[in-house]
């Protein structure tokens, strides 16, 4: 079931996870998903899309939904996975893995984006724009977006060339530069057409 902006959020009686992904967009690095059932005793103010906050509010809602959740998990996909799998079936792969991990077994779970999850446990509905509509996507895209900037500032250590400690793998205009001028790195997802034109030089 898909649930457009028009639609109001169904009530869901049950167990109900969240989740959500963080990198489809850039040339390198992981995709990173997460999954979170939240304690409805355990109030977490201030929950939004991760887009929508500063990296400060983000790091101090990670921990506290870490603290509080009945149930987190994240899980990253490679580089390498997402050019054999492409991009859209690596995100939901990393969702419904991530929704898997969870030490509390959810009876549903809400998935952002316009896509349920494919051969999931359990029914999965699929609402539009749910980071910023529900609660549980909105704390798994904060999860998934603050673990995945993490990990690209580990990638800026060993690669500090490429920058991606300011752009965090996005294809600005500096990133796209150096990318035309040395070459991809191992963590440079092949295919995405910057990356191919850049390996033809």
């Known amino acids: 079931m898909k649930i457009t902006l028009q639609d109001e959020i169904p009530f869901i009686n049950g167990i109900l996870a969240g989740t959500d992904e963080a990198g489809r967009g850039p040339l390198a690095g992981n995709v990173v998903a997460a999954a979170v059932i939240l304690n409805p005793d355990e109030r977490i103010a201030g929950l939004d899309d991760s887009k929508k906050l500063s990296e400060k509010k983000r790091e101090h809602l990670f921990a506290e939904i870490r603290q509080k959740a009945l149930a987190w998990a994240v899980v990253s996909v490679s580089a390498q996975q997402i050019d054999e799998m492409n991009i859209l ?69 060993r690669y500090p060339q490429y920058g991606f400690d300011k752009h965090k793998g996005y294809p600005t205009k500096a990133h796209r530069e150096v990318l035309a001028s040395i070459g991809p790195c191992p963590e440079h997802r092949r295919s995405y057409a910057p990356v191919r034109e850049a390996l033809k030089v």
């Open 89 to 157: 079936q690596a995100s939901l792969y990393a969702m419904k893995m991530a929704a898997e991990k969870l030490a509390v077994v959810p009876e549903h779970i809400f998935v952002d984006g316009n896509k349920t999850l494919i051969d999931c446990f359990c029914e999965s509905t699929a609402i539009i724009k749910g980071d910023s509509r529900v609660a549980e996507i909105s704390a798994a895209s904060i999860l998934a977006k603050v673990e995945r900037d993490r990990q690209m500032l580990d990638l800026h250590q």
